[in-house]
């Protein structure tokens, strides 16, 4: 994690900051899952209740060349601008950037659960009044599963603050709920 590049969303008559981000978040999260080795890491700088239109790549050089040389954000270049990748600053704190899953509808929960057939439609009946809907202002973004095709969002964490690394994998959204990335 010495080095880093960052992704700026440009802004476009016809397409929100938010549609832009989420479709080169899908490309990136396409191309990680291919390379399949855990070492690239993602932050939102300018995140607040939206991820904002800055996504930073964080990794060794040489992850972040073999990224790169990949071509994967083809199709998305007129509506971006991409840095050079850079050495982290030295005044580089640390945090853990994740994935966070909200059960937003006890409904879907209930009928899932008696899809499964962990619950029987009576028991599910009884649980309904009982549970309550979680929800979270965590910035997301809006994603299509590569396979079930259904839109989801996914909601990003960053964490607190720290002052050393921890190591550990990636997943192929370039999160993790334990190694951390530079933050400055």
Request: charge should be positive; charged fraction near 20%.
């Amino acid at each position: 994690m010495d080095h880093y590049l960052e992704i700026h969303v440009l802004p476009d008559p016809e397409f929100s900051e938010e549609v832009l981000m989420a479709a080169l978040f899908a490309k990136l999260h396409r191309a990680l899952g291919a390379r399949g080795k855990g070492d690239i890491g993602v932050s939102f700088p300018l995140h607040n209740l939206k991820p904002g239109t800055c996504l930073r790549l964080h990794g060794s050089a040489s992850a972040l060349q073999a990224l790169e040389s990949t071509l994967w954000r083809k199709g998305l270049t007129d509506y971006c601008h991409c840095t050079d990748i850079c050495p982290v600053p030295a005044i580089a704190r640390w945090r853990c950037v994740s994935r966070v899953q909200v059960k937003s509808s006890p409904e879907r929960l209930l009928r899932r659960s008696v899809k499964k057939g962990w619950l029987t439609e009576e028991e599910a009946q009884q649980r309904l009044p009982g549970m309550s809907q979680q929800q979270t202002d965590l910035p997301w973004l809006n994603l299509r599963s590569l396979s079930t095709g259904q839109t989801f969002r996914l909601f990003i964490r960053h964490g607190e603050i720290g002052n050393s690394p921890v190591s550990g994998t990636f997943s192929a959204y370039g999160l993790s709920s334990a190694a951390t990335i530079p933050w400055f």
